[in-house]
């Protein structure tokens, strides 16, 4: 799979003892940090998908902190070398990673397993209540190649 141009990954360590774990989800000091502007956390049923959309103005970074979930990644921009890739990525407790989205690229996710999800974001900009920063066609829309269900290869 070709990354789609702007994306970025970053493996998470999970520092563990007889007590549980104890990781670090975002530091300053990590590659993949750009500036903090605010944090939310989202729960997530199994199977539901929560897509399209995208940003103009920030970037999001996706930790899935408990649970599993299926992020997909399409990019539309005419200035990209990644113009019309799909990216697909299993992140959660079984694959602790943070995942820089760019702005313009489309994006979205689903919880898979048996459990709930629990996501945080990290994007690089306030959430503007009277003018959001959020462009959003249905899950299933033609324009994107990608079928949220499973896949066997």
């Not at 959020?134 to 896949?151: A, F, G, K, T």
């Amino acid at each position: 799979m070709k990354i789609i141009e702007g994306v970025e990954l970053f493996q998470l360590k999970k520092n563990c003892d007889e007590r549980g774990f104890l990781m670090e989800i975002l530091r300053e000091d990590f590659p993949i940090f750009k500036k903090f502007a605010m944090a939310y956390v989202s729960l997530n049923y199994t199977g539901v998908i929560r897509a399209w959309h995208y940003h103009k103005l920030q970037d999001d970074l996706f930790v899935c902190v408990s649970g599993m979930i299926k992020v997909a990644l399409y990019d539309p921009r005419d200035s990209s070398s990644t113009k019309g890739e799909v990216n697909e990525f299993f992140i959660g407790e079984d694959n602790p990673q943070i995942i820089k989205i760019p702005a313009f690229v489309y994006h979205g996710y689903k919880t898979i397993g048996k459990k709930p999800s629990l996501l945080v974001n990290f994007p690089t900009k306030l959430y503007d209540y009277k003018n959001p920063d959020e462009y959003r066609i249905p899950y299933n829309d033609p324009s994107i190649p990608y079928n949220w269900d499973i896949v066997f290869k």
